[in-house]
């Protein structure tokens, strides 16, 4: 508690007015002696002046910090402002008795925050109030950002004292479309060659001699046997060439609000035994096919922030992990991360992303394999070549929602069939009504769709 004593009313006086009053813009709040108790309020860092009717003897302020006192004249009081709370001032005169008690309420800074606020967001309708020692916000802005804005130059003002009541109008939800594409294609090829000869004194033999002409039936295949009797040489020659060809392609529409994250997977879960410290079994669910996860975020103009993390896996059957419970599988995971802005309508394309196997090995015989034109049938060489291409399209849109009668399903286009439909007729659906059903009508039959060459 702060007291201040009337006998030293001229010195702070003349002090004051030469000093901090010229300073500090102060306005005026008059006391009348015997009246009740009012409330005083000042901002932060801003001066009120008290003014009495009668002489005062001492004056006491009950917490210091968060407002000051200075005497002017016998008669006027100096109040500052110092930190957002409340406190009371007490006002003594010359025979002790009580002149006045009143509560003195410092507040933020609202007259400097509004002129702010108006300078860094002149379009934005926002309101700006304050409730005890804090501030209070409201109205619609156009945009989230535009909100975080204005919190944040609040919290300059009244630090962890801001009550936030207000909205984002307009459109801010981001409806994305994403379009997944990937080739993949592979080839190889295998020349090998098995020789075998059977003798009085034994059999000698490479590769894979345990092979009878009469079974062969493998593709690409050809055995003959050379000689009779007790001495026979027999051959087989391989020969294969494979060729693949796969497409994936995945066409997701979501929808998220602004700085909400939204997710999509087309494909599945796949059962993988795990097994922990004690050696016990558990059952582990892993995803696989096409995953998509985004966070939107709508910013000024528009503009559009995404955060994008896209995936493709699929079940990788030729590797066998060493070490783990039967059944172990392993994934085949191409995935990215990107951060992109955009506006509305916009696209962008993560693209070549390639990726290329190249796989050889030759077995032989040594020194036989090296002789002149018979050398070929003491080796045997494999080739294998492939290459994948993954394509994602992505396209931002902002939307709105709409009526439900705007919108039509799939099952729209068709209705159960009657009697007369599915039993004389022979039709197991019947096209519905409205446009959808004019669809349904047509004929799909020819050369429609694309063709692959």
């Keep these: 508690m702060k007291i201040i004593q009337i006998a030293a009313a001229v010195l702070l006086a003349a002090t004051l007015g030469a000093t901090v009053a010229p300073q500090v813009h102060a306005d005026t709040f008059r006391v009348a002696n ?41 008669r006027s009081i100096y109040v500052l402002g110092k930190t957002p709370g409340r406190t009371t001032l007490t006002i003594l005169g010359p025979d002790g008795a009580l002149v006045s008690n009143i509560e003195v309420q410092v507040t933020p800074d609202i007259t400097e925050f509004r002129e702010r606020l108006r300078q860094i967001l ?25 909100l975080d804005a204005a919190v944040e130059l609040a919290q300059r003002y009244a630090p962890d004292r801001i009550s936030n009541l207000m909205s984002v109008g307009g459109t801010q939800q981001v409806m994305l479309k994403v379009r997944f594409a990937e080739m993949q294609r592979g080839i190889g090829k295998s020349l090998g060659s098995t020789l075998q000869i059977n003798g009085p004194t034994g059999n000698f033999g490479t590769g894979d001699a345990s092979f009878a002409l009469s079974n062969v039936e493998n593709t690409g295949t050809l055995g003959f046997r050379v000689g009779g009797g007790r001495l026979t040489a027999q051959v087989l020659l391989e020969a294969l060439e494979t060729q693949g060809l796969s497409r994936t392609l995945a066409e997701p529409n979501l929808t998220a609000l602004s700085g909400q994250a939204a997710s999509f997977l087309a494909g599945g879960e796949y059962p993988v035994p795990v097994q922990n410290e004690n050696g016990a079994i558990s059952i582990d669910y892993r995803p696989f096919g096409v995953e998509l996860s985004f966070t939107p975020r709508v910013l000024d103009d528009n ?17 066998v992990g060493v070490g783990l419970p039967e059944g172990s599988v392993s994934f085949r995971r191409r995935e990215t991360q990107t951060t992109v802005e955009l506006r509305d309508g916009e696209s962008f394309a993560i693209a070549g992303l390639l990726e290329d196997d190249f796989r050889t090995s030759s077995r032989s015989v040594p020194w036989l ?28 849109h902002l939307v709105s929602p709409t009526r439900g009668e ?48």
């Design 34 to 74: 015997g009246a009740a108790g009012a409330t005083l309020r000042v901002s932060m860092n801003r001066a009120v002046v008290v003014e009495t009717d009668n002489p005062f003897a001492e004056l006491s302020i009950a917490n210091p910090g968060i407002a000051d006192i200075s005497t002017l004249s016998d």
């Design 369 to 396: 394999s090296e002789l002149p034109i018979l050398g070929a049938l003491f080796r045997s060489a494999q080739y294998q070549r492939d290459q994948t291409e993954l394509v994602i399209v992505i396209t931002a």
């Design 406 to 453: 705007a919108l039509m399903l799939p099952t729209d286009r068709i209705r159960p069939p009657s009697e007369r439909d599915l039993f004389l007729n022979g039709r197991l659906a019947a096209p519905g009504s409205g446009a959808m059903g004019e669809i349904a009508r047509q004929d799909f039959g020819g050369s429609y769709g694309y063709v692959l060459d």
């Design 122 to 146: 002149p379009n934005e309708k926002i309101e700006v109030r304050t409730a005890n020692d804090g501030i209070v916000l409201s109205g619609i802005v156009s945009t989230a950002a535009r």
């Design 303 to 319: 503009v559009i922030n995404l955060r994008l993390d896209a995936a493709v896996s699929s079940i990788d059957s030729n590797v």
